[in-house]
């Protein structure tokens, strides 16, 4: 069946520093992928999506692309803020063209960001 | 609002009691979905529908969890019966269509508490 492997935190950076959250995926077909942000006290939020193979998904400063190759969609940011403070989860859905599929999960990986 | 409404957002109840957790989905959305949060689980998925049938029931863990869906609209979630290993947040999600690249949108969850 599907699944997800994301690095196991928790991950602690300084402000400003460079951040990476791998996560790889296993999957029949062609999968789409998600990274989802729970902030403290808050629900799920889609935070960025790559539908098909070499998509980059972009959003505030997150960047993830999927790599087929390597089956992997990992999380980056250039500069982290004490906002991205939070736990993500690498997801992924489908797998064949037909169908309605649940989103699978990793365990999610907690960051904090320290000023 | 425009969001997945769930209530309540807090249930603390004795164990044996029956609960019913609700899901209000983003306007429009056909595909509704159930997962479950736990510390030692993450986040499992339990059941969807697509408008008021539910194809895929294989994630509920057992016969004491039900839900429906009517008018393609509002779900309840019923647990029967409830047990200490319960407790969890329970999370609704909805989106347009169950295409694959559609992502889902989640509701802040009901913590359900047994006691």
């Known amino acids: 069946g599907n699944s997800v492997t994301q690095m196991e935190g928790p991950v602690t950076l300084s402000e400003e520093a460079f951040l990476t959250i791998n996560c790889t995926y296993t999957a029949t077909g062609y999968p789409s992928l998600f990274w989802y942000v729970q902030y403290p006290g808050e629900g799920l939020q889609l935070l960025l999506k790559a539908t098909k193979a070499d998509d980059k998904g972009s959003n505030k400063g997150f960047e993830a692309t999927y790599r087929k190759e390597t089956t992997s969609f990992h999380l980056e940011k250039g500069s982290v803020q004490v906002s991205d403070s939070a736990v993500y989860f690498c997801?992924?859905?489908?797998?064949?063209?037909?169908?309605?599929?649940?989103?699978?999960f990793g365990k999610g990986t907690r960051l904090s960001v320290i000023a | 609002g425009a969001g997945v409404s769930q209530s309540p957002s807090n249930k603390v109840t004795e164990k044996g009691k029956d609960v019913e957790l609700r899901c209000d989905p983003i306007?429009?959305?056909?595909?509704l979905y159930w997962y479950r949060q736990s510390l030692g689980q993450g986040l499992e998925f339990l059941i969807y529908f697509q408008g008021n049938s539910a194809p895929d029931k294989s994630g509920l863990p057992s016969d004491r969890f039900s839900a429906e869906r009517t008018g393609g609209s509002v779900s309840t979630l019923t647990i029967q019966r409830t047990q200490q290993e319960d407790s969890a947040v329970y999370l609704c999600?909805?989106?347009?269509?169950?295409?694959?690249?559609?992502?889902?949108?989640f509701g802040d969850g009901t913590r359900l508490s047994i006691l």
């Open positions: 997801a992924l859905r489908g797998g064949t063209n037909s169908g309605n599929t649940p989103l699978v």
């Open positions: 306007s429009g959305h056909t595909a």
């Open positions: 999600a909805s989106s347009y269509s169950g295409a694959r690249n559609q992502p889902q949108h």
